[in-house]
């Protein structure tokens, strides 16, 4: 089983619709969560970040983890075409490692105008 | 001004030749590291390095050297490449301590082998 598992899509949706990305994960230890958004033929860039259970908010994008059920969600409103990028979750191996990150499949996100 | 730079960003390659890609970051971090992303957008770890001392080998096979002549550099080094070594490297760098240790990703070198 991966340590993190993400729908990879691909998702299209029209621009200010409201957008649910998921992660799943496996080991119930993890603490720390992210969400990087990647363009193409760009390297990944930080999103969100979160170590503990429920809500952060961030401007259009909330970030949602449930430690109960495992579950990552990242959402994302009003969306804007220049949201169209692909979403990979990750956690991050402990505090003091640095940032070693697992990373999801990824999710390809289009938002079409 | 660049936070984390590698050459080259192309680079195509016939099976067996050895190559190398280099990565120099400017944030004055101490943890260093080589992603790989497959032609599926997958993210996988191979190595990182903290002040120039290998701290994390995945499972990657032994042609692939990284170098790290002081914490700023970390280059990869590869030998006789194989046709499933193409992909896109990305390095990346990070604080080694703290809990908001965000890592910076490079652009990318995407790896072609013919």
């Known amino acids: 089983q991966k340590e993190v598992e993400q729908d990879p899509g691909p998702l299209s949706v029209p621009e200010g619709a409201i957008v649910s990305l998921n992660c799943t994960y496996s080991?119930?230890?993890?603490?720390?969560f992210m969400w990087y958004r990647q363009y193409s033929r760009k390297g990944p860039e930080l999103l969100m970040y979160?170590?503990?259970?429920g809500n952060k908010e961030d401007g259009r994008f909330t970030a949602q983890v449930d430690k109960s059920s495992k579950y990552i969600s990242l959402f994302i409103r009003d969306s804007q075409p220049s949201d169209s990028a692909t979403y990979l979750c990750?956690?991050?191996?402990?505090?003091?490692?640095?940032?070693?990150?697992?990373f999801g499949e990824g999710t390809q996100l289009t938002v079409n105008p | 001004d660049t936070a984390v730079s590698q050459t080259p960003k192309y680079l195509v390659t016939q099976m067996g030749n050895d190559k190398s890609i280099k990565c120099e970051q400017n944030l004055g971090h101490d943890t260093m590291y080589w992603y790989k992303q497959d032609s599926k957008k997958f993210l996988k770890i191979m190595f990182s390095y903290n002040n120039k001392e290998l701290i994390i080998n995945e499972t990657v096979p032994n042609r692939f050297s990284p170098k790290s002549p002081d914490k700023a550099h970390l280059n990869l080094h590869i030998n006789s490449l194989e046709l499933g070594d193409s992909a896109v490297y990305f390095c990346a760098s990070s604080p080694s301590q703290g809990v908001n240790t965000e890592a910076f990703f490079g652009q990318g070198t995407r790896l072609t082998v013919v």
């Open positions: 979160t170590y503990s259970s």
């Open positions: 080991n119930s230890a993890f603490q720390y």
């Open positions: 990750a956690r991050k191996r402990g505090e003091t490692s640095g940032s070693r990150l697992t």
